[in-house]
């Protein structure tokens, strides 16, 4: 997908590209510090980012519409601005309607303002595209960055304390395995993760080459004589 323009792209592959093969984790290694700070568990993985797929759409959709009137040379302070808006936004009403799980996200709410992949996005895409395809775009690349942090998350959780969202899968006697739960089980399970990632990816480019028609010599002699 990185030699495709946008252009050449059709909605699926828009989301395809930034659910996975350009995925904000697997591939590009942006938003790590809500990514190994947050994913204690499944459940803080999943509002961490889903409050990131708001600002992400909110940024992406008002970025598209005044692309046309930010002069250039201001373009990064508005863009900020205006994702500093979303963020205030969201972080207002989960302060309003989960304070719960605002205060076990913290500091990493308002630090979406600065996370690369979302201003990456605005610069990148919103900013030279319309307003359905920069809406796909959010949608993919936020949803492929809320998988990420859910599936670092349900790992740490699962081997850590031996549940998943909460409840128990290892049974009830499992015994807490704090290595997980700490940073660097963190650095050690996103590893195995990438590793994964890396093995699924080539397997699949394999599957593509091997499904490309081969031309054949007859092939050409047919169309040496056309």
């Known amino acids: 997908m990185a030699d495709m323009s946008v252009s050449q792209m059709s909605k699926g592959e828009i989301l395809a590209d ?15 510090c809500p990514l190994l700070g947050v994913t204690t568990s499944a459940v803080n993985g999943f509002w961490m980012g889903a409050a990131t797929v708001l600002v992400l759409l909110g940024s992406n959709i008002v970025v598209s519409m005044i692309r046309g009137f930010v002069p250039r040379d201001v373009r990064i302070p508005a863009y900020i601005t205006v994702i500093a808006a979303f963020v205030t936004v969201v972080g207002l009403a989960m302060n309003a309607w989960m304070h719960d799980m605002y ?3 913290g500091l990493f709410i308002p630090l979406i303002v600065v996370n690369c992949a979302i201003l990456g996005r605005a610069e990148a895409f919103a900013s030279k595209n319309g307003l359905v395809d920069s809406v796909l775009d959010a949608l993919g690349v936020g949803l492929g960055f809320t998988f990420a942090l859910m599936l670092l998350g349900s790992v740490r959780e699962i081997f850590g304390y031996g549940t998943w969202f ?6 009830e006697n499992y015994p807490d395995f704090l290595m997980f739960i700490l940073p660097p089980g963190a650095f050690i399970a996103l590893g195995f993760i990438l590793a994964g990632v890396n093995i699924i990816n080539r397997r699949m480019g394999s599957r593509a080459a091997n499904a490309e028609p081969a031309c054949t010599p007859a092939a050409h002699v047919v169309s040496e004589k056309a």
């Open 103 to 105: 205060l076990i996200l």
């Open 166 to 171: 909460g409840y128990p899968v290892l049974g």
């Open 18 to 32: 930034g659910f996975w093969h350009n995925n904000t984790i697997f591939a590009q290694l942006l938003g790590m």
